[in-house]
Every structure is written in structure tokens, then in C-alpha cells.
């Protein structure tokens, strides 16, 4: 049997790969912002999926003590009726 040699492809580089994405970062954090306000609507439906859903922590970017405050604002504007309910 006789083998051929193979070429072999450069490698490529990180931000030339189709699934290399930078990591979120956290809005909150970013803005310096330590209070979330369960009053305002227009930011928290930003972490709402469609289907009105709190966004994982994954998804959205936030740090995990942003994410705690954020889904206890959510489920406040949920109780008082300013979102709808799953």
C-alpha cells in the first residue's frame, strides 16, 4: 500500500471561528447601576424571552448577583401585573 501524504490546513485563528464568541458582560455592572427598579418595564423585558420567560444568566450576560436581583424585580412586576405571568 503507498500513502499519500496529506496537506494539512493552517490553523485557524479564534476570532476566525464560526462559534467563538466574546463573553457577555453585565449590563448591570456596566452602568454602575446596583438597584434594580421593579418599575422599569422597558429594562426588565429586555431579560424576558417572547414567550415571557425570565432569560437564563448564560443568555443574558449578567453576573449572578445582578441575575438574583433581576428575576426578584421580574416576579414583583409579575405579582403586581405590570408583566404578564408566565
Do not use: W
Not at 39 to 49: A, G, M, P
Request: one cysteine or more; proline letters at 3%; a positive charge.
Amino acid at each position: 500500500m503507498v500513502f499519500q501524504k496529506r496537506e494539512y490546513r493552517k490553523p485557524r485563528q479564534e476570532s476566525q471561528h464560526p462559534s467563538f464568541t466574546r463573553k457577555r458582560k453585565c449590563k448591570f455592572c456596566l452602568a454602575k447601576q446596583d438597584t434594580i427598579d421593579y418599575k422599569d418595564i422597558n429594562r426588565l423585558s429586555q431579560f424576558l424571552s417572547e414567550r415571557g420567560k425570565i432569560l437564563s444568566k448564560r443568555i443574558s450576560g449578567n453576573c449572578s448577583k445582578h441575575q438574583r436581583r433581576l428575576a426578584e424585580a421580574i416576579k414583583r412586576a409579575r405579582f403586581l401585573a405590570l408583566f404578564p405571568s408566565k
